[in-house]
């Protein structure tokens, strides 16, 4: 399973604009960038796009309860 910076595809998350909605981490595209690296991130219902960079990152997980 595909891993980035401590996120998963499948992973439930949500952005930090404090919106509020749940998304399902779909896949991570990355992007080289003119000074480092960073990723997109798409999620399942195509509602929004995440960001995830070495030092920064839009979305934080949702914990569930096992």
Do not use: C, W
């Not at 080289?32 to 990723?39: A, I, Q, T």
Request: charged share 30%; glycine share 10%; aromatic share 12%.
């Amino acid at each position: 399973m595909e891993q980035v910076l401590g996120f998963k595809v499948g992973d439930r998350v949500r952005l930090k604009d404090g919106d509020g909605r749940e998304h399902v981490i779909k896949e991570f595209e990355l992007v080289h960038g003119l000074r480092s690296d960073f990723y997109f991130v798409h999620f399942h219902d195509n509602a929004a796009t995440g960001f995830l960079a070495e030092n920064y990152t839009d979305i934080v997980t949702i914990k569930t309860e096992d």
